[in-house]
């Protein structure tokens, strides 16, 4: 799967997707600071999935429609989830047999104890 991971996944994401054989682009290594009109311009010109924790691409989705043709995930993980579960979290969640094209996907992962 082409994927255009935004600069705020955790690094330890991008080697753990790219070992499952994804094509990944990392902002951060690729454009650093890139504002978030433009990330997602570039996920659609490069035919990628956009995956991020940043809330403001569901907005950008909802005032311009499906801009994300090849769909986006947002990934709203409580703070308890930390390093590398959080990025084991991510992706697992990327590698679901799930048809991610044309849609803003929220993806809400919470830690909670056990009663």
Do not use: C
Request: charged residues 25%; proline residues 6%; hydrophobic residues 45%.
């Amino acid at each position: 799967m082409r994927i255009l991971a935004d600069e705020n996944i955790p690094e330890q994401s991008i080697p753990m997707l790219r070992d499952f054989g994804h094509d990944v682009l990392w902002v951060r290594e690729e454009q650093p600071r890139t504002p978030d009109p433009y990330v997602l311009d570039w996920a659609t010109r490069e035919s990628r999935l956009l995956i991020t924790l940043d809330k403001d691409f569901g907005e950008l989705n909802q005032r311009y429609g499906s801009q994300a043709p090849f769909g986006v995930i947002l990934f709203r993980i409580a703070d308890n989830v930390l390093g590398a579960e959080r990025s084991l979290l991510i992706t697992q969640n990327v590698n679901a047999q799930v048809d991610w094209l044309g849609y803003l996907w929220v993806i809400n992962i919470r830690k909670r104890p056990v009663a």
